[in-house]
């Protein structure tokens, strides 16, 4: 059956290190993998996407890695602030699908 | 821009009742999906939408209905609610997929957290 593995415990981290995430998943072929950011009692909103025929992608302090053959993605948030504080949610989809199929989302706490 | 829209936020059925919730966009995003995310359960897709005039079923649409009437409005109804569906309901919307540059990135509304009594 498909699996999408995020870590369930969370990750606690001191402001200004590295944090790194990591999403696994089985049985997809995905056309890119999706990271979103969801805050307590808010809506999932989008950070990165990168396709599968990408290594690496950056955005500010966000960097996202994806390796089809490991069948992995990680996400890192380099020097870590406490407003970084969230669950952040690996999302993939198959091509010529909008379909997202969700992971079950990795919180994070940036201690200061 | 509003962006998506949910009402209401909160509410509270008894088991058996019925009531509709509402999402809006105002991207003119084709397609539209509705989700409920329960503890260590995640996101599951319920039904959605690709265009004005169609449904699909998602992951989980048992007890489920949804209208997309107009472009901009995808309504989730719940006929006979139960305890088995006080969750945490978010709509999300995208554009068109298709094509290399294609992101279908999608953009979620606030939430509506239902309890069944």
């Known amino acids: 059956s498909q699996k999408i593995e995020q870590n369930s415990e969370a990750l606690n981290i001191q402001e200004g290190k590295t944090a790194t995430l990591t999403c696994n998943y089985t049985n997809y072929s995905p056309a890119y993998l999706q990271w979103y950011r969801q805050d307590p009692g808010r809506g999932p909103v989008f950070l990165l996407l990168?396709?599968?025929?990408?290594k690496e992608k950056r955005k500010e302090r966000l960097k996202v890695t994806f390796d089809t053959t490991l069948k992995q993605s990680l996400f890192h948030i380099t020097a870590s602030q406490p407003a970084d504080s969230a669950t952040y949610l690996c999302?993939?989809?198959?091509?010529?699908?909008?379909?997202?199929?969700f992971g079950k989302g990795n919180q994070v706490v940036v201690i200061p | 821009n509003a962006g998506v829209t949910q009402t209401p936020k909160f509410r509270v059925l008894k088991t058996g009742q019925s009531m509709t919730l509402l999402c809006a966009q105002d991207?003119?995003?084709?397609?539209m999906y509705w989700y409920r995310q329960d503890p260590g359960m995640g996101l599951r897709l319920i039904h959605y939408?690709?265009?004005?005039?169609?449904?699909a079923k998602g992951e989980v649409p048992d007890g489920y209905n949804v209208s997309r009437l107009k472009k901009q409005n995808f309504l989730l109804g719940l006929e006979s609610a139960a305890p088995s569906q006080t969750s945490v309901y978010f709509c999300a919307s995208s554009s068109v997929a298709g094509g290399l540059t294609s992101t279908d990135t999608q953009y979620f509304g606030p939430g509506t957290r239902l309890t069944v009594l």
């Open positions: 991207m003119n995003h084709e397609y």
């Open positions: 990168i396709r599968e025929n990408e």
């Open positions: 999302a993939l989809a198959k091509r010529g699908n909008n379909r997202l199929a």
């Open positions: 939408s690709v265009g004005e005039g169609t449904t």
